[in-house]
């Protein structure tokens, strides 16, 4: 059986078939070149997951089902300063089932966050390519000390393994931390013991969390 597309389609859905947009379309017609009728998943992005077939025009719905969140890690992170890595990292917590992704803003922040219809674009993109059910949600940016609940700041000099029960981690920015960004009582956690670039830290820190 060849691979059958897998679709982003927001709910509220119809009772029997959901419409696709222009872009949808013109994708499955002349990128992917698919015959109709043809068997694809789609997805809510909030955990629904059906199989459907696709007529040319919309997708005729079928089974559906509701798959857990695979868990609840987020990850704070400092933005890389080109929009490839952006991408790569956006990309890449997506593939791994991140629950959510947060913008620091830093004082020796080099990068400036992508626009959040651009950011969310490439999420779909690798939720679609990766068949999710869950899409990464992407916050706006906000102070290290605007984060809620209990973080660990991703830290060369820091211990070998995060505090117990923590599900938030804090990756810095290329320029490192101000004197009085980070509080002393903050918990820190080494990823290795050479210097990682931004989404390189995150991706690593996300599968630790993810399967520790």
Known sequence: MGH????HLPEPWLAGSIPLSGPQLSHLNKVLRLDSPAE?????????IGHGIFDGTSVTRGGEDTIPRPGTVIMAVAPPRSRDRQRFLIEKLQEMGVAALLWLSTEFGLGRIPSQKRAVSWAIAALEQSQGAWLLEIGGERLIKGLE????????????????????????????????????????????????????????????????
């Open 149 to 212: 609940g209990p973080y660990v700041v991703c830290d060369r000099d820091g211990d070998p393994k995060p505090p117990p029960g923590i599900a938030t981690a804090v990756i810095g920015p290329e320029g490192g931390w101000g004197p009085e960004e980070i509080g002393a009582d903050v918990p820190r956690w080494s990823l290795g013991s050479t210097v990682l670039r931004v989404e390189t830290a995150a991706v690593v820190a996300a599968a630790r969390l993810i399967n520790p």
């Open 40 to 48: 694809v998943t789609y997805t809510s992005g909030e955990g629904t």
């Open 4 to 7: 059958r597309p897998h679709l």
